[in-house]
């Protein structure tokens, strides 16, 4: 069996009385997509910073490229390759385009503190980061700002900025929110290509990508994971159309 | 040191400290309910103080200083709240830090315009002069103790005010959700004039009851503002009652700091005059340590919610 | 070429032009003005790496001032008086050379403000404001109670600091020293601005959880932009005591804290020549405002109010328009 690049092994997290996560455990293997659905509140928000490093969790492991993880920070699982994205767009709003992905890149570098040399005169890592810019489809935005940027296209431009890090993971929130359906389209088939490159955890409302990306899907409800499976499992497990699928059958 | 310097100190620590709660109280309230950092708040303190010695020399009433310390710290809050304040509510911290800057330079030239350079000198009420025999033999000015009491008074109702009163919930509700005093009803603007004076009126009695002590002059409050922002540091933004141990811990320890330092230094320095040295100079710093310490322990205070 | 570059040269042009012109006329007074606009836009360069690139708020900027002001007094006081520093390990009498002296002002102001950093960034917002604040006034009051060197009174150094292969005491040529490291500061500034460093310091001011995601440290990024800041803003110190022949603590009050911000917001928060618009502005203003009114600074409190309240580019900002540099 592969080793997962991504796992995550009896994790708690209480608030209060609320437990928010409750034994979860979760691995994201090379190559795939794999999913993760639930209803709002169902702490998915709370489990995607755990594993991002903003919140420590109560008790269990987090572990990234066979490395226990769970005690390092958000900078440092990022250097070591977990490209995140945000469900609400966290982008630089007065820079440019070419910029923010210049900063991610440079964050991936560690060239953080060279204090003298024009950034964006540096050929080699301007010509890097356009390349990701133009992967996204925002070659031709480099020069704009951007808090100009539409809703669509700051989504691609988190992106870009994650595929600049060249990730060993994606962390994914909810890229498609707010895309309109060309949109979502168009990112599904980006996403698609993308786990080639590295394997892709991913968030997401849209049930019709889900459903044509993911390899592999958990669910998520009250804070315990109560199905993990392809697809086809997800959409016959009775529990799961109880607890979830149940309020939103049409849209399936 | 004896008994009782020591007892002498401490009461000096105390009143020290209720004043620099009414400062704070009044600049922690400010910035939870309204999420503003007011640098004028000095201002205001030097306004009671004028007011209130203007007023006393007058009439030659102690009490009616007073009252004109508060209702002129009061007023001036309002009239500053409408005029400019209230502008700032939805700047950054930057815009409210330089208007607030500007502010002082505006109060302080004109108080100076007004008044001239010379100091103010507020009299002590013929009531409250003299010293009073504590038990245990110790004299103490009733004059201190008076502003002790005050300052206890003051803090006892402004806890009730803020636990029990309609105005308190508001207060409460204000700190706690600013969208949600919209939903209930509140007239957010007349609240936030409302609490403004109310922290101005604090700020102004405190610089009237410390006016007798000292003199009175342009640039009293800022040294105290610093103060009070220490306090707040302490003891957490926004909170009443961090606002209240933190400035008792910031009276006591810089006053006591103050007289046992040089003799602590002194006990094992043999040069006397360099114990006395590096002791107040450590003494100067006592408290800013204190801050430094709870900014490594606790950045956001010893009452304050966490971040 | 941009509007604000010709603005830039026009200021950094006329900063120079001006006492040399009243040298040739013989008007002392205007180049000891011009000298302590040099200065003072130093200090100010200092402050708006951290306040315009950082976005940190420091109200505290007149404890490097100065830092870097007793750094110069302390040890030409040593000198003048023919009392070593210290004598272990090696018998240190002080100096009187001003490039000695630069380099302990901004060795003291960095490590200064790297301790003083290091406790106020663990906060942000409102507290960090106060907490600089506070930093400031503790050294205001470590200096006012050290009787060695002149506690509240200050000390007086009678002779200018010397300068290999030029006379300090003549004022074009101290103006000059003054206006090298001012341009030096600005030069210094602007590579930063544009430098993998800067980039990532105005993103940390931005969203600085977009910057951890990316890999970078936003509390390091903040500490390193407040430590140059200070040392930047130590010199200008050094300088100003070097003008004066005179150290005292108002160099360490709130007050001064606020004249460097007042410098950095007139002239433009985050521009280059801000500070030098903002320092000729302000020093104009005294001038002008002080010849009319002694309360002076009460016009120049309601041209700030106004100049927040309405009018957020600053002077630069004004006469530039909105766009900033990106290139």
Partial sequence: MTEPVLEIRHVHKNFGALRASHDINLTLLPGEIHALIGPNGAGKSTLIKQIAGNLRPDAGEIRFLGQDVTELDTVSRARMGLGRSFQISSVIPEFTVLQNVVLALQGAQGTSYHFFRAVLKDRETTAKAREAAERVGLGDRLAVWAQDLSHGERRKLEIAMALALEPKAFLLDEPMAGMGTEGAAEMTRFLDQLRHEAPILLVEHDMDAVFSLADRISVLDYGEIIATGTVEEIRTNPEVRRAYLGEDEEAV | MTTILFIEQVLNGLQFGVMLFLMAAGLTLVFGVMGLINLAHGSLYMIGAFAAATVSAATGNFVLGLVAALAAAAMAGAVVEIAVIRRLYRRDHLDQVLATFALILIFSEGTRWVFGSFPLYLDIPEMLSGPVTLPGGIEYPVYRLFIIVMGLAVAALLFWLIARTRLGIQIRAGEADREMIAALGIDISKLYTVVFALGAALAGMAGALVGAIQSVEVGMGEPVLILAFVTIIIGGIGSIKGAFVGALLVGLIDTLGRTMLPLVFGSFMADASAATTVGSALASMLIYILMAGVLIARPQGLFGAAA | ?327
């Fill in chain 3, 1 to 327: 070429m941009r509007r604000e570059t010709i603005i830039n040269a026009a200021l950094a042009i006329g900063l120079l032009a001006i006492p040399l012109w009243a040298h040739v006329t013989g008007e002392i007074f205007t180049i000891t003005l011009s000298t302590r606009v040099a200065i003072l836009a130093l200090a100010a360069v200092g402050l708006n790496l951290a306040l315009g690139l950082g976005g940190l708020i420091s109200f505290g900027h007149a404890a490097y001032f100065g830092l870097g002001g007793y750094a110069m007094g302390i040890l030409a006081f040593h000198a003048q008086n023919y009392d070593p520093i210290f004598t272990w390990p090696f018998v240190f009498a002080g100096t009187k050379q001003m490039l000695v002296i630069w380099v302990v002002a901004l060795i003291v102001s960095g490590l200064a403000a790297f301790v003083i950093g290091m406790l106020t960034l663990r906060t942000s917002g409102a507290y960090f404001i106060m907490a600089t604040l506070a930093f400031g006034q503790m050294l205001y009051y470590l200096f006012v109670s050290w009787p060695k060197y002149g506690g509240e009174d200050g000390m007086s150094i009678y002779l200018r600091n010397d300068f290999p292969g030029v006379n300090t005491l003549d004022p074009i040529q101290f103006f000059l020293i003054c206006y090298v490291l001012l341009m030096l500061g600005i030069f210094v500034s602007w590579r930063i601005a544009r430098s993998p460093f800067g980039l990532a310091l105005q993103a940390s001011r931005q969203n600085a959880e977009r910057v951890e995601t990316v890999g970078i440290t936003p509390f390091r990024i903040r500490l390193a932009a407040f430590v140059i800041s200070g040392m930047i803003t130590g010199l200008a110190g050094a300088l100003m005591a070097d003008l004066n022949r005179f150290v005292g603590p108002t160099m360490f009050s709130w007050q001064t804290s606020g004249e460097i911000m007042i410098l950095v917001i007139l002239g433009g928060v985050a521009r280059l020549y801000g500070p030098v618009a903002g320092a000729a502005l302000f020093i104009l203003l005294e001038h002008w405002l002080g010849g009319v009114s002694d309360y002076w600074l009460a016009f120049v409190g309601a041209l700030l109010l106004l100049v927040v309240l309405f009018a957020r580019g600053g002077l630069i900002g004004s006469l530039a328009g909105r766009e900033v540099a990106h290139d």
